[in-house]
């Protein structure tokens, strides 16, 4: 049934009679609203089409001295987007067909005709029209989307062979659409080890998210580029591939000249601070050389300079030992460890600490030993350097350590929580930065040696903390991690 609005319609025929007949039949279609118009020749007609103001047409195949087939691409060329149903007196197959192809919606016989039959053309005619426009809508909106969009975006055959491109892709390429139409990416990748990956991932068929490309334009131009894909069956059961470029040239470059501020900027504050560590002991011995020089040979205060002397002479030598162990990691040397035993010796080794501090120590190991390749001695300096973080974090008699492994897919994951006082938000992007600490009488080297170790151990770091609730360190060793070759 047909229920709503007005349905607006016109019935194009040279024959008065046959359109009251249409007219009386559409008007009897029980539900229906329809203002039901009429025009007799081709001119009219067009006009009719024109305005946009009809929901559906009725139109005679024979007009005069033109068909309906005419008015059929007429109203092609004008956009029309109303339902057409094409009119004959008697049944014909070839016009039938011409009909349908030239897109009409229904071709129905005069003779045939009753209310129930066109009731069902029209219900039928108004919803694919309906149907049609949604999709030349979304066809629209997404042709501006790839069109207006301001990364590459392309379809091709499953090598790659350009197929539709936008402007952005003539762009980036340096090529028109038509010259392009002639290529493939792999004419403009000219990395083999790149083309070899995206190769493999087309021969597997799985989709790419953000691959890192180099793309030579016409001009020799080589830009850095970020490279998605995903794969789709076409009406033919052919694979296409549609494919988006980011070009970010530019943001590396950026990133590349901030890196080098940042380098900078770091250097200057480590000789700043690194001046700093190393002026300020040596204006003491200086001042107690010149003291002591004053002195006669057998004062007493002699011996209070001298170990002034010595106990600055040792600061200065601790910070330049740990400043070295900071460029050491080339010098290590991996072997096969128990992941289990360099923890139960790095707590071993700050036992006496855990003791005077009265912490209480919870440990969760897996079953089994678990192995990595590892520098045994740099690592237990670097588990070390964040247990006495840890210990020195907590308050005295009420401190408890819990350091535990886990054996996940892909990674082995050490744990060392704390219940101490926490780190500020702002500073733990500066946790690992050499010679920056929280502590009175810290030298801020401790965990920037850690970092430097677990990082040539492969190894990742993330640290979580609350204030006044507590620390947690999670390294993680990746199984895939293989001994660095020695020669």
Same mark, same amino acid.
């Given at each position: 049934m047909?229920?709503?609005?007005?349905?607006r319609?016109?019935?194009i025929d040279?024959?008065?009679?046959?359109?009251?007949?249409?007219?009386?039949?559409?008007k009897g279609?029980?539900?229906? $609203?329809?203002q039901?118009?009429?025009?007799?020749?081709?001119?009219e007609?067009?006009?009719?089409? $024109?305005t946009?103001?009809?929901?559906i047409?009725?139109?005679d195949?024979?007009?005069?001295?033109?068909?309906?087939?005419?008015?059929?691409?007429?109203?092609?060329r004008l956009?029309?987007?109303?339902?057409?149903?094409?009119?004959?007196?008697?049944?014909?197959?070839?016009?039938?067909?011409?009909?349908?192809q030239?897109?009409?919606t229904?071709?129905?016989?005069?003779s045939e005709?009753?209310?129930?039959k066109?009731?069902?053309?029209?219900?039928?005619s108004?919803d694919r029209?309906?149907?049609l426009?949604?999709?030349?809508?979304?066809?629209?909106?997404?042709?501006?989307?790839?069109?207006?969009?301001?990364?590459?975006?392309?379809?091709?055959?499953?090598?790659?062979?350009f197929?539709?491109v936008?402007?952005?892709?003539?762009?980036?390429?340096?090529l028109n659409r038509?010259?392009l139409?002639?290529?493939g990416?792999?004419?403009f990748?000219?990395?083999?080890?790149?083309?070899?990956g995206?190769?493999?991932l087309?021969?597997?068929?799985?989709n790419?998210?953000?691959?890192?490309?180099?793309i030579?334009?016409?001009? $020799?131009?080589?830009?850095?580029?970020?490279f998605?894909?995903?794969?789709?069956?076409n009406?033919q059961d052919?694979?296409?591939?549609?494919g988006?470029?980011?070009?970010?040239?530019?943001l590396?470059?950026a990133?590349?000249?901030?890196?080098?501020?940042q380098?900078?900027?770091?250097?200057?504050?480590?000789?700043?601070i690194?001046?700093?560590?190393?002026r300020n002991?040596?204006?003491?011995i200086?001042?107690?050389?010149?003291?002591?020089e004053?002195?006669?040979?057998?004062?007493e205060k002699?011996?209070?300079?001298v170990d002034?002397?010595?106990?600055?002479?040792?600061?200065?030598n601790?910070?330049i030992?740990?400043?070295?162990?900071?460029?050491?990691?080339?010098?290590?040397?991996?072997k096969?460890?128990s992941?289990q035993?360099i923890?139960?010796?790095?707590?071993?080794?700050v036992?006496?600490r855990?003791?005077?501090?009265?912490?209480?120590?919870?440990?969760r190991f897996?079953?089994?030993t678990?192995?990595?390749?590892?520098?045994?001695p740099?690592l237990k300096?670097a588990?070390s350097?964040?247990?006495?973080?840890?210990i020195?974090?907590m308050?005295?008699?009420?401190g408890?350590l819990?350091?535990s492994?886990?054996?996940?897919k892909?990674?082995?994951?050490?744990s060392?929580?704390?219940?101490?006082i926490?780190?500020?938000?702002?500073?733990?992007?500066k946790?690992?930065?050499?010679?920056?600490?929280?502590k009175?009488?810290?030298?801020?080297?401790?965990l920037?040696?850690?970092?430097?170790?677990?990082q040539?151990h492969?190894?990742?770091?993330?640290?979580?903390?609350?204030?006044?609730e507590?620390?947690?360190?999670i390294i993680s060793?990746?199984?895939?991690?293989q001994?660095?070759?020695?020669?």
């Amino acid at each position: 049934m047909l229920k709503g609005s007005l349905i607006r319609t016109v019935i194009i025929d040279d024959d008065e009679d046959d359109y009251f007949i249409i007219a009386e039949y559409i008007k009897g279609i029980e539900g229906g $609203k329809f203002q039901v118009d009429w025009c007799d020749n081709y001119r009219e007609a067009i006009e009719k089409i $024109k305005t946009g103001a009809y929901d559906i047409f009725f139109i005679d195949y024979r007009l005069g001295s033109n068909t309906g087939l005419e008015i059929l691409q007429e109203a092609a060329r004008l956009d029309c987007d109303a339902p057409i149903v094409i009119l004959t007196g008697k049944g014909n197959r070839t016009i039938d067909i011409a009909a349908m192809q030239s897109g009409a919606t229904d071709y129905l016989i005069k003779s045939e005709l009753n209310t129930e039959k066109l009731e069902r053309c029209i219900r039928y005619s108004l919803d694919r029209a309906a149907a049609l426009r949604q999709l030349k809508e979304r066809e629209y909106k997404y042709r501006n989307l790839f069109e207006g969009s301001k990364d590459a975006v392309f379809i091709a055959d499953i090598n790659l062979h350009f197929s539709e491109v936008n402007h952005a892709a003539s762009v980036l390429f340096g090529l028109n659409r038509e010259e392009l139409f002639n290529c493939g990416l792999f004419d403009f990748m000219k990395s083999p080890s790149q083309k070899q990956g995206v190769t493999e991932l087309l021969r597997i068929g799985e989709n790419v998210t953000d691959m890192e490309i180099e793309i030579e334009s016409r001009n $020799k131009e080589i830009k850095s580029c970020l490279f998605s894909i995903t794969f789709q069956r076409n009406a033919q059961d052919k694979w296409l591939v549609h494919g988006i470029i980011h070009d970010i040239t530019n943001l590396k470059k950026a990133e590349i000249a901030n890196l080098q501020a940042q380098k900078l900027a770091a250097n200057e504050r480590l000789m700043r601070i690194l001046a700093h560590e190393i002026r300020n002991p040596l204006n003491n011995i200086s001042l107690s050389i010149q003291h002591f020089e004053l002195l006669p040979a057998d004062h007493e205060k002699q011996k209070n300079f001298v170990d002034i002397i010595q106990r600055n002479s040792n600061r200065i030598n601790q910070s330049i030992t740990e400043l070295l162990d900071l460029t050491r990691t080339g010098e290590l040397e991996f072997k096969k460890y128990s992941l289990q035993e360099i923890l139960n010796e790095s707590l071993a080794a700050v036992e006496d600490r855990i003791h005077l501090q009265n912490i209480k120590v919870e440990k969760r190991f897996e079953d089994g030993t678990i192995e990595i390749s590892a520098d045994k001695p740099k690592l237990k300096i670097a588990f070390s350097n964040i247990l006495i973080n840890a210990i020195e974090a907590m308050e005295k008699n009420k401190g408890k350590l819990d350091v535990s492994m886990t054996a996940e897919k892909e990674n082995f994951t050490v744990s060392i929580r704390d219940n101490g006082i926490g780190i500020p938000e702002d500073t733990l992007p500066k946790l690992f930065e050499p010679f920056f600490t929280l502590k009175k009488n810290g030298m801020g080297l401790g965990l920037a040696a850690s970092y430097s170790i677990l990082q040539s151990h492969s190894a990742r770091i993330q640290v979580e903390s609350k204030l006044n609730e507590g620390t947690n360190f999670i390294i993680s060793f990746s199984k895939n991690h293989q001994v660095p070759s020695t020669s």
